[in-house]
């Protein structure tokens, strides 16, 4: 099973919005609408972010959204603050009944 | 609070094998799926398998199917991975990761981790 495709950097400046793409197949993020996001600071494990697409899990800040068209993932970070900037990995289900992730995504605020 | 807290770091000699372990707090260790995940230094995340810790059953990543076990000690909450077989490639940081309950059936997202137990391997 291939990684899925996420850009290696994206950047924004303070209360700007970004978004992260993660590309897949259609024998991952297009079959099934189990994708998930994950951020990480340096030295830190991933935090869940977002799970089954578009779902926030409890505390997380509302400023975090995701969706999903076709093959592909997004997630949108809006009203960027400083504390965001990390790293963005994408997961996906895959018809292997197994997950796969994406290679990161690295955001920097300016 | 859920808390996942794992074994402390150990170096490895090549050939050897690890055994990490992760003590489970703040919930009902057999309702959801434990998922273990490694990152290799300045790399991505690897998923290399789960535990059902209720029934005991595992599912592997094809990757390490036949040097991974994933087993669990429900008396005392915790979920164990061991590696065989080690070499330089297997130098990361290995996460265990709490899945979705098991009521949903698989379906991969990890709600809570552990701290990392850092795993050098080196001669």
């Known amino acids: 099973q291939s990684a899925l495709t996420q850009p290696a950097s994206v950047s924004g400046s303070p209360g700007q919005s970004i978004t992260i793409s993660c590309t897949g197949t259609?024998?991952?993020?297009?079959?099934?609408?189990?994708v998930s996001w994950y951020q990480q600071h340096p030295g830190k494990a991933p935090k869940l972010i977002i799970y089954?697409?578009?779902t926030r899990p409890s505390g997380v800040s509302n400023r975090f959204s995701g969706s999903k068209s076709g093959n592909t993932a997004s997630l949108t970070v809006s009203g960027l603050q400083a504390e965001d900037e990390a790293i963005f990995y994408c997961s996906s289900y895959t018809s292997s009944s197994t997950p796969v992730f994406g290679g990161g995504t690295k955001l920097t605020v300016l | 609070q859920v808390q996942l807290v794992q074994s402390g770091a150990e170096v490895k000699k090549p050939g050897a094998s690890v055994k990490i372990s992760c003590k489970a707090s703040g919930y009902t260790l057999t309702g959801y799926f434990m998922h273990w995940v490694r990152q290799a230094p300045g790399q991505g995340l690897e998923w290399m398998g789960w535990?059902?810790?209720?029934?005991?059953?595992?599912r592997y990543a094809q990757k390490f199917q036949g040097r991974v076990t994933m087993t669990r000690d429900t008396s005392i909450r915790t979920a164990y991975m061991e590696l065989s077989g080690l070499t330089s490639d297997d130098t990361a940081v290995y996460y265990c990761?709490?899945?979705?309950?098991?009521?949903?059936?698989?379906?991969?997202?990890?709600?809570?981790w552990g701290q990392g137990a850092l795993v050098p391997v080196s001669s």
């Open positions: 990761a709490r899945g979705n309950p098991l009521v949903r059936g698989i379906i991969y997202y990890y709600d809570h």
């Open positions: 259609s024998s991952d993020i297009g079959g099934y609408n189990y």
């Open positions: 089954d697409v578009t």
């Open positions: 535990i059902n810790p209720n029934s005991g059953y595992t």
